[in-house]
Structures are given as structure tokens and as C-alpha cells.
């Protein structure tokens, strides 16, 4: 399936969720915030397969000001 993410086209297995994006993408699951098509997805359904063609923000907290 096809997804966008940070604005970089990406092909993924089908039936990817949230977490599994993550670990394909080496980031942890703490101190990250993510976005489908716009809306924030909560971590409750980060287990849920994500939509094709969906465009996904991955964002990671960084510390500093």
C-alpha cells in the first residue's frame, strides 16, 4: 500500500498500523505525535491499519529552545 509520510511517497505492506510504521521508520514510540490526512490519530488506535494513500505525519519531540 501507498502512504505519504513527511511528504516522502513510501511503499508499506498492507494492513500497516501506526506502530508498525514506526518501526519500519526506526523511530520510537515515545516523544512522537502522529497525524492521518490532517487529524491528529490517538494512540489508542495506533494498533488500527492505516488508510491507503493516506498522507501521515510523523512528528518527534525535540528538546531545546
Given at each position: 500500500m501507498e502512504l505519504t509520510v513527511n511528504g516522502e511517497d513510501r511503499q508499506v505492506p498492507d494492513g500497516t498500523s501506526a506502530q508498525a510504521l514506526l518501526e519500519l521508520l526506526g523511530l520510537p514510540d515515545k516523544g512522537v505525535a502522529i497525524a492521518v490526512n490532517g487529524a491528529v490519530h490517538p494512540?489508542?488506535?495506533?494498533?488500527?491499519?492505516?488508510?491507503?494513500?493516506?498522507?501521515?505525519?510523523?512528528?518527534?519531540?525535540?528538546?531545546?529552545?
Open positions: 494512540r489508542s488506535a495506533w494498533d488500527a491499519a492505516l488508510p491507503s494513500y493516506a498522507d501521515v505525519e510523523v512528528l518527534t519531540a525535540v528538546q531545546g529552545g
